[in-house]
């Protein structure tokens, strides 16, 4: 008897070239496994060792026009409740099939509640998704504050001045000076295992030849969830988009381009919709492999 098998497909998000962007493995689980094990999954996901590896289950769809899943996100060490590139790639590859070329929407039901992805009109083939918006805070403890301007020079090995320092949820956002080459930097992703969050957001409005548009850029260190450096995090951007929409000035319901520079790199469309307290992200993702998994 041949072991049961599941279809995956690798897909970088937040771009429009293979190998670049942020992987992530997504398997749509068939009904003879719609009820596999968490521990299942999670072997799963540490055998992709990819940021991200998500995992869909069809639901009945409760309106014409769009197609519904259940979608799980599995680090190779935890679950999280929100991804954005693994819900960008899940998109993509819902959209690839003969039933979603014939929608424009999807639900999502997540552990972050109803998450919409659409098809961005317009022929670009890029996807938005609908993601909460986070809420800032300021940290008041000077000895958080310390640690987190502390942590951020070592990383850089020194010569970086910390402008900004707020929390969000899981995320420290922490911006530095301009001036500090943050995409050229080699940061040593240990030293963020120190903070008390799941991630680290380092960003400044220093420009970017790969997107000359871009109104900040950011890099983003998940020591807490088992991901050194990330390479494009959809879920980072729920708190720059607010963050740099106030500090910019930009009101909100403006299309704000951005780049995450790390070294694979990766471009998002940012919509803060402040009444609504939404983000809406829009990027592209390719496809780079299909194969099959032997259970």
């Not at 995320?171 to 301009?178: G, H, K, N, R, T």
């Not at 969830?225 to 910019?248: F, K, M, N, R």
């Amino acid at each position: 008897m041949s072991n049961p098998t599941l279809l995956y497909t690798v897909v970088d998000a937040f771009t429009s070239k293979p190998f670049s962007g942020n992987p992530a493995s997504v398997i749509v689980l068939p009904p003879a496994h719609h009820s596999l094990p968490t521990e299942s999954l999670f072997q799963i996901a540490a055998e992709f060792n990819l940021s991200e590896t998500a995992f869909l289950v069809p639901q009945p769809s409760t309106s014409t026009g769009t197609l519904r899943y259940s979608l799980r996100w599995f680090t190779p060490t935890v679950e999280v409740p929100l991804c954005g590139h693994g819900t960008l790639a899940s998109a993509r590859v819902i959209f690839s099939t003969p039933e979603g070329q014939q929608v424009d929407r999807l639900e999502f039901e997540t552990l972050s509640g109803t998450l919409v992805a659409k098809k961005v009109p317009g022929g670009s083939g890029k996807i938005e998704l609908d993601f909460p918006a986070s809420v800032l805070e300021e940290l008041t403890s000077p000895d958080e504050l310390a640690q987190a301007s502390e942590v951020v020079s070592a990383a850089a090995g020194g010569g970086v001045s910390v402008r900004v320092v707020r929390k969000a949820g899981r995320y420290l956002l922490v911006e530095v000076d301009p001036d500090f080459d943050l995409e050229g930097a080699v940061m040593d992703i240990n030293a963020f295992a120190k903070l008390p969050f799941d991630g680290a957001i380092v960003t400044s409005s220093r420009p970017t030849l790969f997107r000359p548009g871009a109104r900040f850029i950011s890099r983003v260190f998940g020591a807490g969830i088992g991901v050194g450096e990330d390479p494009v995090t959809g879920s980072a951007h729920c708190v720059l988009a607010p963050y740099w929409s106030q500090v910019l000035d930009i009101p909100p319901g403006v299309v704000i381009e951005a780049r995450q520079v790390s070294k694979r790199g990766g471009d998002l469309d940012l919509i803060w919709e402040k009444e609504s307290g939404r983000v809406r992200i829009q990027g592209s993702a390719v496809v780079t492999m299909r194969g099959e998994l032997y259970l």
